[in-house]
């Protein structure tokens, strides 16, 4: 079993930026990918930026150069979301996946980012 604990959300102007934190516990031995997802009120779950299998990088178009995903070390990985804009707002979810392609999601994070 994985846990995943996310922070780092709240209330920004547009064009400022925020730092999104996921913390893993459990079995992270077993952990092969993780990444970011968001939904806004209305709309479908969604992929905001993740580590490939082969520990590349992969973002949503439409935060190409605004968001940066990194990871410090196996149990923790970062959101740096700079350029913020109203479109951005949603809960923000830590994603890991297991060997045997088992998944696991974080309790979620609000960012609100007003005009």
């Known amino acids: 079993q994985v846990q995943l604990v996310e922070s780092g959300g709240g209330l920004v102007q547009a064009g400022g930026s925020l730092r999104l934190s996921c913390t893993a516990s459990?079995?992270?031995?077993?952990?092969?990918?993780m990444g970011w997802y968001r939904q806004a009120p209305g709309k479908q779950r969604e992929l905001v930026a993740g580590?490939?299998?082969?520990?590349?990088t992969n973002y949503a178009g439409s935060v190409k150069g605004r968001f940066t995903i990194s990871r410090a070390n196996a149990s923790t990985v970062y959101l740096q979301m700079n350029s913020l804009k109203p479109e951005d707002t949603a809960v923000y979810y830590c994603?890991?996946?297991?060997?045997?392609?088992?998944?696991?999601w974080g309790q979620g994070t609000q960012v609100t980012v007003s005009s």
């Open positions: 459990g079995t992270i031995f077993s952990i092969n990918a």
């Open positions: 994603r890991s996946t297991v060997a045997g392609g088992i998944g696991y």
């Open positions: 580590f490939t299998s082969g520990g590349d």
